[in-house]
């Protein structure tokens, strides 16, 4: 069975400083991992797909990261609009559709 | 390119009864998976439909129910609602050839369950 940890839980910053989100996960033959942010009431919003260990995508003040057991985000000067819960996600071999983490619900003062 | 939509966004339903969603995907995309989101349980995957077909399924009850059209849209239903099924049900469509094909949301139907 497939399974994703995110930490933190929560993660509460000040405009500026910068910080990493981490997503730890096993899956049985890894097809893609998944990064989404979420506001309040809405659907996940797609930031990242990453297919294999080493590589990364950056956009804006966003970059992912991937290794075989985990992936982070990492986030540089986060702004208030960078308020939102990351949700972390991994499809494996099996017919289970994405698993996901519980998120980390990210606050950034001004 | 406008993206999945999902009706109703709220719908408001007594125990025992039924309801549909509906979900149209964005233009092109054959896959429609389904997601059940609760603040307990996060993000849990319902099933998966491709070309009119069933492709995956989760560990739901019977209860739990979809289809897909020709054009790709596709409906869930929930029969004998229980409270338990108040959540924000999320539809994700995907081009769908391809393992590992990302995913795009809608904004959800909030089902509350009196």
């Known amino acids: 069975e497939d399974q994703v940890t995110q930490s933190p839980e929560a993660l509460r910053l000040q405009e500026g400083e910068s910080s990493s989100l981490n997503c730890s996960y096993t899956?049985?033959?890894?097809?893609?991992l998944f990064w989404y942010r979420q506001d309040p009431g809405k659907g996940p919003e797609f930031l990242f797909t990453?297919?294999?260990a080493g590589e990364e995508k950056e956009k804006e003040r966003l970059k992912a990261t991937l290794t075989k057991k985990e992936s982070f985000l990492h986030i540089t000067a986060p702004k208030p609009e960078d308020s939102a819960t990351y949700l972390c996600a991994v499809e494996g071999g099996g017919a289970d559709g994405l698993t996901f983490g519980k998120g980390t619900h990210l606050i950034i003062q001004p | 390119k406008a993206g999945v939509t999902q009706t109703p966004r709220y719908l408001i339903k007594t125990r025992g009864q039924q309801v549909t969603l509906s979900c149209s995907p964005i233009?092109?995309?054959?896959?429609v998976s389904w997601y059940q989101q609760t603040p307990g349980q996060g993000l849990q995957f319902l099933f998966e439909?491709?070309?009119?077909?069933?492709?995956n399924k989760g560990n739901f009850p019977g209860r739990f129910s979809g289809r897909q059209f020709s054009n790709s849209r596709s409906e869930m239903n929930v029969s004998t609602l229980e409270l338990g099924d108040s959540a924000l049900y999320l539809c994700a469509s995907s081009p769908g050839q391809a393992a590992g094909d990302t995913q795009y949301f809608g904004p959800g139907t909030r089902l509350t369950v009196l």
């Open positions: 990453l297919y294999s």
């Open positions: 439909y491709f070309s009119e077909t069933q492709r």
């Open positions: 899956v049985s033959g890894l097809r893609g």
């Open positions: 233009s092109g995309h054959r896959s």
